[in-house]
């Protein structure tokens, strides 16, 4: 959808303020702006008289924006469903995350959808019932700008930054605040070496169309945007280099049901028929994507094409599969992870100490029971179906690509991890300190949150230029194996390859024999281009 179509007034103030919320979002005709809910109102913004229907005993207000994901929840047979089991349901957009989380914390909202991060940054006063999906791809960060061709990892970056500064310029970087354009950057301003968003220019823009045109003017300073579909696909199909991706960053943007406390502890059955009707809408998507397809099409105002784009990039959670993250603490440690990353960069002050008490597991139990009931159904003659029912889009995990050492060593770079800490090795030995170790097993968590099927690992030793280069070549390569060994001890199951390099790649604008150039970098590249 053309985002000519969002009123001209509200666009400003999003631009200017910052305040979009969302992911993969798309304007859409009857997209309203930011409003203050007054009674009355109806789901496509307008005030007026409520329609009255004898059947709805509960009116609900949820509160989201125009990101596709969310397409089922404006869908009209969605809501007819709701009232057949008496519940009006009253849609309306809120792009600024703070005054969503506002709304239903003040009781002027009785449930919100937003994504995982902005629900543990805005702590509203409600509990997550329902997980809606996690974005596989159809958010990226994308490098070799018209104005930067020659960008292509992150790791290139300070001589770039250190060429425009010597030049009295400051690159920039585009993307949709409160967003998971936003989430994405600051992934890599905690976890990459080189990388700091500090350094850039923040272009903040209201649509991934903005951040499309942006990138290709080669009159912009932008080296970096932050897109997501039908951008993405458009981005790979002219060559841009799509460095970093939610599918590879995994399970890094979620998207979530959030009911309010007041509505939980009053009347708990209403949610539980909410989150029913839903997933029941959710396994007919399932078992016919052209149908969802056409919903998203519609909901968005996209071509067919594009709308395919948008729904590969997306994963939605079934009821099942929503209740297994929340009983077998895969949520509990996806909001550990998140929280993790937003406390490092300073936009959360704690992680939460029971995560476990943020999520409601007993509202979901009917529509994961439903679900479960249709697997069994359907297994015997498409047990396909009945895997995806169960879980994700494939129902098992995918094998981990075997590739080569040199296939490793030649596949495209990322970037260079952030090491917290010294990766410390015995004076003239390739043990590793007590230092070294605990520093590795932080390194692991961090690795663990990346797409093993898109991303592997190597482990590139350095020395200091002391003594031969032969020695020096044969301790390098020994403490590199070491810290891969060391990884795959500690659960890493991405194809991990150790280099020795010796002194053959000093640091610039020190001394050969500094201490500092005795270092081992984690480097992660590509090796699916689809990631």
Do not use: C
């Amino acid at each position: 959808m053309n985002k000519g179509n969002f009123p001209a007034v509200a666009l400003a103030l999003l631009i200017a303020t910052g305040a979009i919320g969302g992911g993969i979002w798309h304007f859409r005709k009857n997209a309203v702006s930011p409003v203050a809910l007054q009674p009355g109102q109806s789901n496509s913004g307008q005030s007026g008289p409520a329609k009255t229907n004898p059947k709805i005993s509960t009116q609900l207000t949820l509160l989201g924006d125009t990101f596709s994901g969310y397409s089922t929840f404006r869908n009209n047979e969605f809501q007819a469903a709701l009232a057949e089991v008496g519940i009006g349901l009253r849609y309306a957009d809120e792009f600024d995350q703070a005054k969503r989380a506002e709304n239903l914390s003040e009781g002027k909202a009785d449930i919100l959808v937003t994504t995982l991060d902005q629900y543990l940054k805005q702590r509203p006063r409600g509990k997550i019932v329902g997980l809606i999906d996690r974005t596989v791809g159809a958010d990226a960060v994308v490098l070799n700008t018209q104005k930067y061709p020659n960008l292509n990892s992150l790791q290139d970056l300070d001589e770039l930054i250190q060429q425009a500064q010597a030049q009295g310029e400051t690159l920039s970087i585009a993307y949709a605040g409160d967003t998971p354009s936003e989430y994405l950057a600051t992934i890599l301003d905690i976890r990459f070496e080189g990388f700091e968003l500090d350094d850039f220019e923040k272009i903040l823009v209201a649509d991934a169309s903005e951040a499309w045109d942006l990138m290709q003017d080669p009159s912009q300073n932008v080296a970096i945007a932050v897109l997501w579909e039908p951008y993405v696909t458009q981005a790979r199909q002219k060559g841009y280099t799509v460095v970093l991706s939610s599918n590879d960053a995994q399970d890094s943007i979620i998207d979530v049901i959030v009911a309010a406390n007041p509505l939980i502890q009053s009347k708990p059955e209403v949610v539980s028929a909410f989150l029913e009707a839903y997933y029941q809408r959710i396994d007919a998507n399932v078992q016919n994507a052209s149908q969802f397809q056409l919903q998203i099409a519609e909901d968005g105002g996209l071509s067919s094409t594009d709308a395919n784009a948008v729904l590969q990039g997306i994963d939605f959670f079934t009821a099942a599969e929503a209740q297994n993250w929340m009983l077998d603490n895969t949520l509990r440690r996806r909001i550990e992870a998140i929280s993790t990353v937003l406390v490092r960069s300073g936009l959360l002050q704690k992680i939460p100490p029971k995560p476990e008490n943020l999520y409601n597991t007993q509202l979901l139990t009917t529509a994961a029971l439903n679900t479960q009931l249709l697997i069994d159904q359907v297994r015997g003659d498409n047990p396909e179906l009945a895997q995806q029912l169960a879980g994700g889009r494939s129902g098992t995990a995918a094998p981990i690509p075997q590739v080569s050492i040199s296939e490793v060593q030649a596949a495209p770079d990322i970037g260079n991890l952030e090491i917290q800490g010294n990766v410390e090795f015995g004076v003239g030995s390739s043990q590793l300190t007590e230092v070294g170790q605990q520093t590795l097993e932080g390194l692991a968590k961090e690795i663990q949150e990346f797409n093993p099927q898109t991303v592997a690992v190597r482990v590139i030793g350095h020395t200091s230029k002391t003594g031969s280069a032969a020695i020096n070549q044969s301790i390098s390569q020994q403490r590199a194996q070491v810290v891969a060994d060391y990884l795959v001890g500690k659960g890493i199951i991405h194809t991990i390859v150790a280099e020795g390099k010796g002194f053959s790649e000093l640091i610039p604008n020190i001394s050969p024999t500094d201490v500092r150039n005795q270092r081992t970098q984690i480097r992660l590249v590509r090796i699916d281009s689809a990631g």
